[in-house]
């Protein structure tokens, strides 16, 4: 999980599940100039708390720093980065595709077999796909199926847990 000189982290924040929470750790980022690749936020086992899982490329000195600052905040209770050699992690991703013909249709469902794929629609010219994967296989179907037209795509980014009894 590379990109360029700068790896790709997953930054797992609890925070409290109120109204700006979400303003507030976007713009932290914002301000120093961070790349989000992803967000997902969602409210954990108690209700008055939100799980952030945030993906972002950096080295880890900078890296090191944002997490820093996510901790100054107010509203964050708990930040970690996850070891991904220790996280349990995936993405879900919509992707409607042509499929004009019974061939395509047959090839697409075959490499969404293979994926593990669900079908979620079939329409006369188009077939709609889910994957649910880590970022690299969504890609690698993503690429796959590509040849066919992509005509839209949705994903939801990362979300995490650290593996075992670790909280």
């Not at 301000?31 to 936020?41: D, K, L, P």
């Not at 209770?77 to 019974?102: H, Q």
């Not at 796959?144 to 939801?156: K, P």
């Amino acid at each position: 999980m590379e990109n360029s000189n700068n790896e790709l982290y997953i930054v797992s924040a609890i925070v409290e599940n109120k109204p700006g929470v979400l303003f507030r750790v976007t713009n932290l980022f914002r301000a120093r100039n961070f790349n989000i690749e992803s967000i997902t936020v969602g409210t954990t086992e108690q209700q008055d708390l939100s799980r952030m899982t945030i993906t972002t490329s950096s080295d880890e000195k900078t890296l090191d720093q944002l997490v820093k600052q996510l901790r100054k905040l107010i509203d964050v209770v708990e930040v970690k980065v996850l070891d991904t050699d220790k996280t349990v992690y995936r993405e879900l991703a919509l992707i409607k595709m042509k499929a004009v013909d019974p061939t395509t249709r047959s090839e697409i469902m075959n490499y969404a077999n293979i994926f593990r794929g669900n079908i979620l629609d079939i329409g006369k010219e188009t077939i709609t796909v889910e994957i649910t994967g880590t970022p690299d296989k969504i890609d690698a179907f993503k690429n796959l199926v590509d040849q066919y037209g992509i005509t839209q795509l949705a994903r939801t980014g990362v979300s995490a847990l650290p593996r075992g009894v670790e909280l």
